[in-house]
């Protein structure tokens, strides 16, 4: 392992800085009074301020869901403040505007939004607090007919393009917390990849919570046009704050007829302290829909937040379409996860894959919640499930909840569990050879997590191995 | 200054004693052969020696290059040079054989104040180290003894030593379970690795072993303690004769070693 990883590992929550800027910042509070002025401050068009009182008014009608394996106390929705964003007298013309702490911030995570500084080949789009900051890239992209932007400006440019997708694969009405999405998402990402078109770089959202006291309510909505390919990955950083705050985002993805996308996350919101004091609730709803021929693959690495809780998931729409689910959640400290997916066959021949690994260390809580269901039509639909466990101590969780319902007998539906624990003898063996035991446990892990791994971009694999190491700390003595 | 020096060690498992005062000194460059029936400690010798938290240290010293080496965590055991290669290696799925050497090659010359190297210098060393113990290259991408035969085990503990370079090297029953041309593969490789500067400690349970990795002192253990040292001879003897005429009456230490 290299130097870098053992400086990281003995590193605590580096992204838990705070940023000084100045900010303008809605009082707490939800009332349909909050949610025109959220619609107003972003100067939106009337059928979005319509979609999102309907939203507003579907949420007030619904219960917050208590049926997954976490514990939380109640969340003051009244208490919390639903639009902040770093003040500025007009439209940003370029990224040089930006308010340099605002960069700096970006820097400082490893992401600068310079573009000579690029890595070469990721484009960012980088999310602070409610509102986006900048997008680089955008002229390469625009060249070949690719739209990538904050959703707030394709509202403005493409508003027939985000009505007619908007909602259309995560409907106001879904769940609770997609509801409350709905009635205030504050900015997100939009993509839209023309007929044909091969994303020629991968597409990156940064997404950053600065201010105290705010909820986070991103939307983000990919649409891959007929035989288009993308690959958009998204990373997730917060201050380290005593007080837990509310991540409530909504993912929609349109894979339309032939088209290929792929969506990554590497998620490490501030996860709390040892105690559990403190973290973000990441209560998310992702979601994809697949047309004939096409495929929908989610990874994601979970290594943050103080309760995760989300199923990204694919609808098998159209007859031959792929839908495919790679995840690791790991928790430590007093960290809970209830993750997993939903894979619901409805075309024929239709196909998904599930690898989840899930790795629980300190008193930290992991649930795999799973949803295969093949519905009557799906004739020669095709599912294969494997879903591991690790267990790091004796003080963790992890559970399994797979839920499979087939309706056609054509069906073939594979489910395969493990659960297994780190061996003394393996700690020993490594250390034998020279290996720190935190060395030892992050080698392990990431020998666990090797296949899910390896569907992540390069750059972000590796990033991917270091921030498990960096979750793992002190979980071995 | 011997390399290596024993006094009075006694060490259990849980409530069991299974060392009850080893005496043993270790000059740089020896190679001392440590035999005995089963249970009589000789592996828990070499565990001991290596620092796995499974066994107690509950009495004596142990002096290794002049350092207390009780008062060292295994893996800063293994970073001044100390290798013992597992009588059943531990499998480590997912993670490649070569990432993992490359990882271990690198923790050990940082802690000797060495640079570490890249995966392209590593790969020419690697190269070298192979045919060394005779192994495929393949066996680099698979994953750390995962699915390995018994055999192809135990010659990746000797590509192992051979590649981290130990001043110390303890063998812990590399012979058991190895077929006749397994057996002389791993102790070429062993032989090749024999220097001035470094010094080899080969438990067995077998003489046979003997013929090949020729040693300089043979250590007889029985319920514990050593109850004989002398030369090379001392092993043919043994095959003769058995143990019994060295450990009558002495009582068995109970677990298996």
């Known amino acids: 392992m290299s130097s870098s990883i053992e400086s990281l590992i003995t590193k605590e929550y580096a992204a838990g800085f705070v940023s000084d800027v100045e900010a303008d910042t809605l009082p707490p509070g939800l009332s349909e009074e909050i949610v025109r002025t959220i619609s107003e401050k972003k100067a939106e068009p009337e059928w979005l301020l319509e979609w999102r009182l309907k939203a507003y008014r579907r949420w007030q009608t619904m219960p917050e869901p208590h049926w997954p394996n976490v514990k939380y106390s109640p969340i003051d929705y009244q208490g919390i403040s639903y639009f902040s964003a770093p003040k500025r007298a007009k439209p940003l013309a370029s990224l040089d505007e930006v308010d340099p702490e605002i960069l700096r911030t970006y820097e400082r995570l490893g992401i600068p939004l310079n573009e000579q500084k690029m890595l070469a080949g990721v484009a960012v789009d980088a999310i602070f607090d409610s509102v986006s900051v900048g997008t680089t890239m955008r002229a390469e992209l625009a060249a070949l007919g690719i739209i990538f932007m904050s959703l707030g400006e394709a509202v403005r440019e493409y508003p027939d393009l985000v009505r007619r997708y908007l909602g259309s694969v995560v409907p106001y009405s879904d769940n609770f917390f997609a509801a409350l999405n709905s009635a205030v998402f504050s900015d997100g990402s939009f993509v839209y990849v023309p007929k044909g078109v091969r994303c020629p770089m991968e597409l990156s959202t940064y997404f950053r919570i600065n201010a105290a006291d705010t909820g986070q309510f991103e939307r983000t909505l990919i649409v891959a046009d007929e035989g288009a390919y993308v690959s958009y990955l998204e990373g997730c950083t917060a201050p380290k704050r005593s007080t837990n705050q509310l991540h409530a985002a909504v993912v929609e993805l349109v894979a339309l007829p032939g088209a290929t996308v792929k969506y990554s996350t590497v998620q490490n919101w501030y996860a709390g302290d040892k105690e559990g004091r403190g973290g973000i609730y990441n209560f998310v709803t992702k979601r994809g829909k697949a047309f004939a021929n096409s495929k929908i693959s989610w990874t994601q690495v979970e290594t943050g937040s103080a309760i995760t809780w989300k199923y990204p998931s694919v609808i098998l729409q159209g007859d031959n379409s792929v839908g495919e689910f790679y995840s690791v959640a790991v928790v430590n400290n007093r960290q809970q996860a209830d993750t997993g997916t939903k894979m619901i066959h409805i075309g024929k021949n239709t196909k998904s894959t599930i690898v989840s690994k899930g790795i629980s260390a300190g008193e930290g809580n992991n649930s795999y919640r799973g949803r295969v269901q093949v519905l009557p039509k799906a004739t020669g639909a095709r599912n294969y499930t494997q879903c591991d466990s690790m267990l790091v101590g004796n003080r963790c969780g992890a559970h399994t909840f797979p839920y499979i319902e087939v309706a056609n007998n054509s069906a073939i539906v594979e489910h395969e569990a493990s659960t297994s624990k780190i061996g003394e003898d393996q700690i020993f063996y490594l250390k034998q050879r020279g290996l720190s035991a935190e060395q030892a446990v992050s080698m392990i892990v990431s020998g666990f997590c090797k296949e899910v791994f390896k569907e992540l971009p390069m750059e972000f694999a590796l990033e991917a191995q270091q921030l498990l190491g960096i979750t793992l700390e002190g979980s071995v003595g | ?257």
């Open chain 2, 1 to 257: 200054m011997a390399l290596l020096d024993i006094r009075g060690l006694t060490a259990s498992v849980g409530d069991k004693p299974i060392l009850r005062g080893i005496d043993l000194t270790l000059d740089m460059g020896e190679v001392h052969a440590v035999m005995g029936p089963n249970g009589s400690g000789k592996s828990t010798l070499a565990q001991v020696l290596a620092g796995n938290p499974a066994y107690e240290v509950t009495g004596g010293s142990i002096r290794y290059k002049g350092m207390d080496l009780l008062e060292m965590e295994p893996e800063e055991r293994a970073q001044a040079g100390i290798f013992l290669a597992f009588q059943y290696p531990v499998e480590i799925p997912g993670v490649s054989n070569a990432y993992f050497l490359r990882a271990a090659y690198n923790e050990i010359r940082k802690a000797r104040g060495e640079s570490e190297v890249d995966p392209l210098e590593f790969a020419d060393l690697m190269e070298e180290r192979l045919a060394l113990v005779d192994m495929d290259p393949v066996m680099l991408g698979r994953s750390v003894n995962t699915g390995f035969s018994g055999g192809e085990k135990k010659r990746n503990e000797i590509l192992q030593l051979a590649v981290l370079e130990p001043t110390l090297g303890i063998l812990d029953e590399t012979d058991s379970g190895l077929d006749i041309d397994a057996l002389r593969t791993v102790a070429d490789g062993v032989n090749k690795l024999r220097t001035r500067h470094r010094s080899f400690i080969v438990v067995t349970h077998y003489q046979r072993l003997l013929n090949y990795i020729v040693p300089d002192v043979v250590h007889v253990l029985a319920a514990g303690r050593i109850v004989r040292s002398g030369g090379k001879e001392l092993a043919l003897a043994l095959e003769e004769k058995g143990y019994d005429w060295l450990t009558e009456g002495a009582p068995a230490a109970g677990v298996s070693a």
